[in-house]
């Protein structure tokens, strides 16, 4: 148990429709992650929140938005769902950031199969 | 595009034997993460390596990395058939966000 908590496991939706993903980290990381991992494209960074804060942004999609709370825990909201967006989104979460040398910590994912 | 390339992409051994994974990738990193993931399941991380280490042990596992040739192996020794899982490497770039940028795996299958 790597001490990230990702709800709900699995999820499946119509074409057009918007879902949220949550994400509670690791007891006092301040960092949270989300990615990405489909068959075609492997495992795709798609933002990170530093206490609250965007800090890097990498191949997420206008449809999609996350944010980060007081309270640390995260959330990526998918809208205008499409087939191409069935997928297993990851959050992970870390004390810093990656080029502080910290270890990066997964949950277990959400599965999200469009349909 | 990817920063790290795992070989090879599928890896079959025998129970007891070692197996050995390689990463290489592109850009100046400030280090190295490698993690495992069971079929379907979240990404467990393994080892890090800074970017001035040169060689890492837990357990069974064994990393090294040559910065000079832009490249770290991953041995698992004595292999056992809950071994069997796709393992990556992840670099942490310099002045590319605090993000880890993964490879495409190698999947190994460690045959009872």
């Known amino acids: 148990d790597s001490g990230v908590t990702q709800t709900p496991k699995h999820l499946i939706t119509a074409t057009g429709q918007r879902v949220t993903l949550r994400c509670s980290p690791r007891s006092g990381d301040l960092s949270v992650y989300w990615y990405q991992q489909s068959l075609d494209q492997g495992l795709q960074f798609l933002i990170q929140y530093y206490n609250g804060e965007e800090r890097a942004k990498g191949n997420i999609l206008e449809r999609f938005s996350a944010q980060q709370f007081p309270d640390l825990h995260s959330e990526l909201n998918l809208s205008s769902l499409e087939l191409g967006d069935s997928a297993l989104y990851f959050c992970a979460s870390s004390v810093r950031g990656a080029n502080s040398g910290n270890t990066i910590y997964f949950g277990e994912g959400s599965w999200l199969t469009v349909v | 595009s990817q920063q790290g390339e795992e070989d090879p992409q599928a890896l079959s051994i025998q129970e007891g034997e070692n197996a050995t994974m390689n990463c290489s990738y592109k850009?100046?990193?400030?280090?190295l993460q490698w993690y495992r993931q069971n079929s379907g399941r979240g990404l467990v991380h393994l080892i890090l390596?800074?970017?001035?280490?040169r060689e890492k042990h837990s357990g069974r596992l064994r990393v090294t990395l040559d910065t000079s040739k832009k490249s770290s192996s991953l041995l698992i020794t004595a292999s056992r058939a809950a071994d069997t899982a796709s393992y990556f490497c992840a670099t942490g770039v310099r002045n590319a966000g605090n993000m880890l940028t993964f490879g495409g795996g190698t999947r190994l299958m460690v045959k009872p």
């Open positions: 390596i800074r970017s001035n280490e």
């Open positions: 850009t100046s990193i400030n280090n």
